[in-house]
């Protein structure tokens, strides 16, 4: 898999449920960060956890980080219409300047 | 409190002809980073540039491609001799320095080559 390979591709939910996107990598990190992309527009910086972190919390989001298995994973809880988005996970290896991004999740939400 | 700019936000160029794309970072920032994102991709990485230096050109294609940050003015991406295959959406990013990891992105330039 790609340095920061999100899963699934796309999702579905309905409103006020619960969505959960997880995103893999493979190289030692100084931290990871979330972003939100809606169609045709730029990225929103979502939160950001650092490499001896494990769980962050922001509003409706809740970030985990496993390094021993280089990943992570957002939990977007009571999910909203306005949620719909593709959700990117960003890494940047140790050692280097560059984030690389994943492919991403397209989050679809129901009303 | 502007965020990054980025303009244009679509330019439409021929085969053969220049695109330019500038970016000007946020108030304070002056590490600029530019990415690239092909259709249903992620964004991927192509240089970062502080005022008047190349950190990191590792993503640039080695021909055509061209970045730089005077230390007045917009970051400017050059893409010279354009071709199809650079049909992008073009994202700029600043940071406020090195340590400071959080990049704060533009609304990128959607660059279509006819």
């Known amino acids: 898999s790609q340095q920061g390979e999100e899963d699934p591709q796309a999702l579905s939910i309905q409103e006020g449920e619960n969505a959960t996107m997880n995103c893999s990598y493979k190289t030692s990190i100084n931290n990871l960060q979330w972003y939100r992309q809606n169609s045709g527009r730029g990225l929103v910086h979502l939160i950001l956890i650092r490499s001896n972190e494990r769980e962050k919390h922001s509003g409706r989001l809740r970030v985990t980080l496993d390094t021993s298995k280089k990943s992570s994973s957002l939990l977007i809880t009571a999910s909203r219409a306005a949620d719909t988005a593709s959700y990117f996970c960003a890494t940047r290896a140790s050692g280097t300047y560059k984030y690389i991004f994943g492919t991403g999740t397209r989050l679809k939400v129901l009303a | 409190n502007a965020g990054v700019m980025q303009n244009p936000r679509h330019l439409v160029r021929r085969r053969g002809q220049e695109a330019r794309l500038r970016c000007s970072p946020m108030?304070?920032?002056?590490?600029v980073y530019w990415y690239r994102q092909l259709p249903e991709e992620g964004l991927k990485f192509m240089v970062y540039?502080?005022?008047?230096?190349?950190?990191?050109e590792s993503g640039m294609p080695k021909e055509r491609f061209s970045a730089e940050f005077p230390k007045e003015g917009p970051s400017i991406l050059r893409i010279q001799q354009v071709v199809r295959g650079d049909s992008a959406a073009y994202f700029c990013a600043s940071s406020e320095d090195r340590s400071t990891y959080e990049q704060y992105f533009g609304p990128g330039t959607r660059l279509t080559v006819t």
């Open positions: 540039l502080q005022k008047e230096n190349i950190i990191d």
């Open positions: 108030k304070g920032h002056s590490h």
